[in-house]
């Protein structure tokens, strides 16, 4: 089934949705968890879903009690979306019927974290890719309004691209 993109330029209130968030989350999540603002909403002037993607890590112990608590705060967990990978969870959060909120939660050392952190950070440092997925984004949502799945697909290619780019940039980073 289709469903609309709910596509906006840039929102300066994400980054205080972020923070009430995770003020929000702190406050339940085991001691030592880490709670990064990731995705578009997270790079200052990109376009994006008005849904804020929020990444937090734990130690793989406590993935299920993180659920626990994540879902008395009204997350619905979402087991089908990472079934195959035991050291991930997904959560998010409906508000009258618009999602305001992806959790993804991963256990310390998973390879995701990295490539989460790496493309956020090369898109907020790089105003030319920045704007490069920007246009592509624009245009993707023009064309796929209602159609999430081919939204997704379209963008994915530059994705990948960015991903790896920003990996190697963090991979040189981590020599220096």
Not at 119 to 131: C, H, I
Not at 142 to 169: I, P, T
Request: proline share 4%.
């Amino acid at each position: 089934m289709a469903h609309s993109l709910d596509f906006h330029e840039y929102d300066s209130a994400w980054p205080a949705r972020f923070e009430q968030a995770r003020t929000e989350f702190k406050s339940v999540l085991p001691k030592g968890s880490v709670i990064e603002h990731v995705g578009s909403t997270a790079v200052p002037g990109l376009a994006a879903k008005d849904c804020i993607d929020i990444l937090i890590v734990v130690n793989r112990d406590q993935l299920d009690e993180a659920v626990r608590c994540l879902s008395m705060l009204g997350l619905e967990h979402r087991p089908e979306s990472f079934a195959t990978d035991p050291s991930r969870r997904f959560l998010r959060r409906i508000e009258n019927g618009h999602r305001t909120q992806h959790v993804h939660l991963l256990a310390e050392g998973h390879p995701q974290i990295r490539e989460y952190l790496a493309f956020r950070d090369l898109l907020r440092g790089d105003p030319a890719r920045r704007q490069d997925y920007a246009t592509v984004k624009r245009e993707l949502a023009r064309l796929h309004a209602n159609d999430r799945a081919a939204y997704m697909a379209g963008k994915d290619e530059l994705v990948r691209r960015l991903l790896r780019l920003a990996l190697d940039q963090y991979a040189l980073r981590d020599r220096s």
